[in-house]
């Protein structure tokens, strides 16, 4: 799967060439700019594009999945945080948004979508209710209040083989709901 902003081009039973896709470059170049705004704005018009064009929607989740990736370049335990910084923060929030109700049922699902979150750093993620093919964790860094309950995915990996490449939680973890075996999990969870 190419990034959104490219595809392949077949050029024949053998492979083909990777090419820029025209159709959506003027967004992909929106979520790149270093300007919160203009990056958010980005991600209205690709939320807005997978509704209307369904054989995008997997690309703008794994474009949604690289900016999570991105490195947070400022200490997420600070409290005194310049503008600059919130802005940022409010930008992945809205990203994790994204993802979320559109992995959510309802009438603006987009069924059957993978999730590539591996190494991403996520903040007061909530995922409570959402449906998803695979969904990857593999060194993710999950800060304040992180919800999987009523969540349903077909497959998940929080870890790799061995001690490195695991999923690191740094505050509340909430994996059930409305079960006799709530489960709530409390700061620490490697």
């Not at 109700?101 to 603006?108: I, S, T």
Request: charged residues 25%; negative net charge; proline residues 7%.
């Amino acid at each position: 799967m190419w990034p959104l902003g490219w595809t392949v081009e077949p050029t024949g039973s053998a492979g083909g060439v990777v090419v820029p896709d025209a159709a959506v470059a003027p967004y992909a170049r929106q979520l790149a700019d270093l300007d919160p705004g203009t990056r958010s704005e980005g991600l209205r018009i690709l939320d807005r594009l997978g509704d209307d064009r369904p054989e995008l929607r997997q690309e703008i989740v794994v474009i949604l999945c690289a900016m999570l990736r991105e490195p947070v370049p400022f200490d997420l335990r600070a409290t005194d945080r310049t503008p600059a910084q919130t802005a940022v923060l409010r930008t992945r929030l809205e990203a994790q948004h994204v993802l979320a109700e559109r992995l959510r049922p309802g009438p603006g699902q987009w069924k059957d979508m993978n999730v590539f979150l591996c190494g991403a750093t996520l903040i007061d993620l909530d995922l409570s209710g959402c449906e998803a093919g695979y969904v990857e964790f593999v060194g993710a860094q999950f800060h304040g209040t992180t919800r999987f309950d009523g969540s349903r995915f077909d497959r998940t990996s929080f870890t790799l083989d061995g001690p490195s490449g695991r999923a690191t939680f740094h505050g509340d973890v909430v994996f059930a709901a409305d079960s006799p075996a709530n489960v709530v999990v409390h700061g620490g969870l490697r």
